[in-house]
DNA sequence: TATTGTTATACTCTATAACTATA
DNA sequence: TATAGTTATAGAGTATAACAATA
């Protein structure tokens, strides 16, 4: 456990962090910014999946992703084909044009991480992207399991504890 | 140095990134949004300084602060003052009031991370701290020297070069 | 003429709420 | 009645450009 001093020092540099978000962002063509860029790595990374689901990926409300997959569509990079199963749905599926502009993309980004980490270590590298996904999943937990006071006291009794959903 | 697939993964997490910073948002006062709290935590770090000053340390362009300056001066966080040696500049300084929102906003992120990080070691969170730092010192080093293309082919004479500014 | 700030405008990302279509 | 998705609206962050005051 850290103490006050230490999560002070890491929430600044969370803050901090935003410089290195827009400095990526500006080296994105502008007809793909960050919120295009997601839907397209998300999809490629996962293959195939409906809106819900990609909202879930990205951790922004179904409003955001469907305004993000709308353009996505527009540009022709992915195609929402509907749910033979359930007709409220639709399927994401990206197209040959999303795999192309993926592979500018990570070209792009690839080329900046390359210039800017130029003395740092493959393991450093490696060590910083286990910590981010390591706090991404603590966050997650959190949300899953919010600060629950103190513990149910249980009744004392035999009784067979009703269902509370 | 590492390899594409590396970058690739790490790009990724400064994506999802964005759920923790959005996280760490909605617990804030709603009086007291992120810019907000970026001006005055880097006040109290770094103490009394002129608007151009502070721009350069939350990188970000100076219209982009004076709104956020404005916003924590209409609350009463900070004063700005004239400057008595140079009549264009204001200096920007911390009230008492501004410490206790410092205050409560190192209240609530502690306590947020104590919940969020709670099974991660003092060192672990070190760690994180220092590569991000690290993070950021490589990105503004890269922005003060950009992809310089082949080193300059200096003239085969023996006049002294023009002053290039 | 150059620099310090401020303001106007525009764009992106996000959430909430109202709405449509289907289950 | 509940769920999947869309759209309208509003708020925050940011950048560019035009502007005022001072150096």
Chains 1, 2 share one sequence.
Request: glycine fraction near 4%.
């Amino acid at each position: 456990m850290a103490d006050q001093a230490q999560y002070e020092e890491l929430i600044r540099q969370f803050s901090a962090f935003g410089a290195v978000k827009r400095e990526i962002g500006r080296l994105m063509p502008s007809e793909c910014p960050s919120g295009s860029a997601a839907v397209l790595t998300l999809l490629d990374r996962h293959g195939d999946m409906r809106m819900s689901n990609l909202a879930e990926l990205l951790a922004v409300d179904m409003s955001v992703t469907s305004r993000h997959v709308a353009h996505v569509v527009e540009r022709g990079w992915i195609e929402r084909s509907p749910d033979p199963a359930d007709k409220r749905s639709r399927i994401l599926r990206l197209t040959p044009a999303g795999r192309a502009q993926i592979d500018e993309l990570s070209r792009r980004t690839t080329q900046l991480l390359a210039e800017c980490l130029a003395d740092w270590s493959d393991e450093e590298v490696a060590q910083l992207t286990r910590l981010m996904a390591r706090l991404r999943a603590s966050f997650d937990d959190s949300r899953a399991a919010p600060h629950r006071p103190p513990p149910p006291v249980l009744e004392q009794t035999t009784r067979t504890p009703a269902i509370t959903k």
